[in-house]
């Protein structure tokens, strides 16, 4: 475990960079000891920041959220090596005993946290409740809308986010059902027109799953998914590996989303040499920073973490500050998570320290101290 006791240096609190150091004590941030910047001042590194907060992730170093509770627990430990200091592990469209399965094992890790690992936020569910025109990387499992069994698993299983596809039949009804259930739901790989987004957030949808990625686009004279998020979402989940968008559109979704956040989208095959892996119930090959299917084209998840993530939005343009709010702050608003994505005194000390060129050089999960990775 790391040897540093009080995380120290310029310090991202929601006034601005303090220089100084932390205090913490039972897993929380006690107290903020030190000097808020001058407007104008440049912070110094390391840079304490909120711990980042993956809200759409498969897998990592070989775990995958679909294979088992050991596996589940080896890609939180790897994403939290990497900075991710919370996440919801997602599930893939496939047969609904595998399905169910994962959820079950997802439920044996959330409230439960070992020693090293990730905080498990609970499941987000993508599909299968989605529009087979528009699989993307999701198996050929899907289903129509279902609300009852929208239902059973929304009242057995921690289900926090999901994804849906407003167009298919009964979709509106599962998204009604989980809306009432406090899960925040998502248009995603969908071809609904605009209308039909429209509706879906009057029924209680609150944002969208990867956007660009697998749903109708934006195009002046038919607009879609992709065209109401620009014009009225508040929120909106964007993969940051500058191979899934690219980084103009990245920046125009940033210039028309409020609160814009990052997610990773990774599979196992992150942290791992090239080669064959599977998605789900897909044969997948990763090559260098690209993952695929065997047409070697369409685009299967990533292999980037939160921290790669950022350092991208940063080479874009981002300030630091916003690059850190789109992995971190958002996400824990997003789910109405008070004491994570914030420095406060009370909050989670769920930390990262980050040196001049944005390396993750500690981290800290609930006050514990995580090794890093190498």
Same mark, same amino acid.
């Given at each position: 475990?790391?040897? %540093?006791?009080?995380? +120290?240096?310029?310090?991202?609190t929601?006034s601005?960079?303090v220089?100084?150091?932390?205090?913490?004590?039972? =897993?929380? #941030?006690? +107290?903020?000891?030190?000097?808020? *910047?001058?407007? +104008?001042?440049?912070?110094?590194?390391?840079?304490?920041?909120?711990?980042?907060?993956?809200?759409?992730? *498969?897998? =990592?170093? =070989?775990?995958?959220?679909?294979?088992?509770?050991?596996?589940l627990?080896?890609m939180?430990?790897?994403? !939290?090596s990497?900075?991710?200091?919370?996440?919801?592990?997602?599930t893939?469209t496939?047969?609904?005993?595998?399905?169910?399965?994962?959820?079950a094992d997802?439920?044996?890790?959330t409230?439960?946290?070992?020693?090293g690992e990730?905080?498990?936020?609970?499941a987000?569910?993508?599909?299968?409740?989605?529009?087979?025109?528009?699989?993307?990387?999701?198996?050929?499992?899907?289903r129509? =809308?279902?609300?009852?069994l929208a239902?059973?698993?929304?009242?057995?299983?921690? #289900? %926090?986010?999901?994804? %849906?596809?407003p167009?298919?039949?009964?979709g509106?009804?599962?998204?009604?059902? &989980?809306a009432?259930h406090?899960?925040?739901?998502?248009?995603?790989h969908?071809?609904?027109?605009a209308?039909?987004v429209g &509706?879906?957030? !009057?029924?209680?949808?609150?944002g969208f799953t *990867?956007?660009f990625?697998?749903m109708?686009?934006?195009? *002046?004279?038919?607009?879609g998914?992709?065209?109401?998020a620009?014009?009225? @979402?508040e929120?909106?989940?964007i993969?940051?590996?500058?191979?899934?968008?690219?980084p103009?559109?990245?920046?125009l979704?940033?210039? @028309?989303i409020?609160?814009?956040?990052t997610?990773t989208?990774s599979?196992?095959?992150a942290g791992?040499?090239d080669?064959?892996? /599977?998605?789900?119930?897909?044969?997948?090959?990763?090559?260098?920073?690209?993952?695929?299917?065997?047409?070697k084209?369409?685009?299967a998840?990533?292999v980037?973490?939160?921290?790669?993530a950022?350092?991208?939005?940063v080479?874009i343009?981002v300030p630091?500050?916003?690059?850190? !709010?789109?992995a971190s702050?958002r996400?824990?608003?997003?789910?109405?998570?008070?004491?994570?994505?914030?420095?406060?005194?009370?909050? /989670?000390?769920?930390?990262?320290?980050?040196?001049?060129?944005l390396n993750?050089?500690s981290v800290? #999960?609930?006050?514990?101290?995580?090794?890093?990775? +190498?």
């Amino acid at each position: 475990m790391s040897d %540093v006791k009080e995380p +120290a240096g310029s310090i991202l609190t929601p006034s601005g960079w303090v220089s100084g150091r932390l205090s913490l004590a039972k =897993g929380r #941030i006690a +107290a903020i000891h030190g000097k808020l *910047h001058a407007h +104008a001042a440049a912070p110094e590194p390391p840079y304490i920041v909120p711990g980042f907060i993956d809200l759409h992730v *498969h897998g =990592g170093q =070989g775990g995958d959220s679909m294979d088992g509770e050991d596996s589940l627990r080896r890609m939180l430990r790897y994403h !939290a090596s990497h900075g991710t200091v919370a996440m919801a592990p997602t599930t893939v469209t496939a047969p609904m005993e595998r399905i169910e399965s994962a959820l079950a094992d997802i439920a044996s890790v959330t409230g439960h946290r070992a020693r090293g690992e990730a905080t498990s936020l609970g499941a987000h569910i993508e599909g299968p409740f989605i529009n087979p025109k528009r699989l993307g990387a999701q198996g050929p499992f899907t289903r129509d =809308g279902d609300a009852s069994l929208a239902l059973a698993w929304a009242t057995r299983f921690p #289900i %926090v986010i999901a994804t %849906v596809a407003p167009e298919i039949p009964d979709g509106i009804d599962v998204i009604r059902t &989980l809306a009432e259930h406090r899960c925040r739901v998502q248009v995603g790989h969908s071809l609904a027109s605009a209308d039909q987004v429209g &509706l879906a957030f !009057a029924c209680g949808c609150t944002g969208f799953t *990867h956007l660009f990625n697998a749903m109708s686009g934006v195009n *002046h004279r038919d607009p879609g998914v992709a065209s109401w998020a620009l014009a009225h @979402a508040e929120y909106a989940e964007i993969i940051c590996d500058l191979n899934h968008i690219h980084p103009q559109a990245i920046l125009l979704a940033r210039r @028309a989303i409020p609160k814009l956040y990052t997610v990773t989208d990774s599979s196992c095959a992150a942290g791992m040499p090239d080669g064959e892996y /599977r998605l789900g119930e897909l044969r997948v090959f990763k090559r260098g920073l690209m993952v695929t299917l065997e047409d070697k084209v369409t685009l299967a998840s990533s292999v980037i973490t939160l921290a790669d993530a950022l350092r991208n939005l940063v080479s874009i343009g981002v300030p630091l500050a916003e690059a850190v !709010a789109m992995a971190s702050t958002r996400p824990a608003e997003y789910l109405g998570l008070a004491d994570l994505g914030r420095i406060v005194p009370g909050a /989670r000390a769920s930390l990262v320290a980050l040196d001049d060129k944005l390396n993750v050089k500690s981290v800290w #999960i609930e006050g514990e101290a995580i090794d890093v990775a +190498a």
